[in-house]
Nanobody, 116 residues
């Protein structure tokens, strides 16, 4: 069982920044690749960024490249998503995600609202 708890969402103006955090208590975190997804109103859930278990490899959706940065601190069992130059279309619920032996785990989500 893996518990994922996101925090850091909120309301920000266009061009602003936010840093999301996802805490994952337990010994398995440091061995897991981690992902951030988001779901905008009326749309499906889409991957935003991914990071390997050791943090040496990252990947981003095209629309986030250069604006978002995923990182992790395995000593703190936490993965982060730094979001800069936010746009209205970034408004969504952001979810932390991991997969263990084919079982998917999701956090409860954190709302990010970007207003102009």
């Amino acid at each position: 069982q893996l518990q994922l708890v996101e925090s850091g969402g909120g309301l920000v103006h266009t061009g602003g920044s936010l840093r999301l955090s996802c805490a994952a208590p337990g010994r398995t975190f440091s061995s897991l690749a981690m992902n951030w997804f988001r779901q905008a109103p009326g749309k499906g859930r889409e991957v935003v960024a991914s990071i390997s278990w050791g943090g040496g490899s990252t990947g981003y959706a095209d629309s986030e490249k250069g604006r978002f940065t995923i990182s992790r601190d395995n000593d703190k069992n936490t993965v982060y998503l730094q979001m800069n130059s936010l746009k209205a279309e970034d408004t969504a619920v952001y979810y932390c995600h991991a997969r263990i032996r084919g079982v998917e785990y999701w956090g409860q989500g954190t709302q990010v609202t970007v207003s102009s």
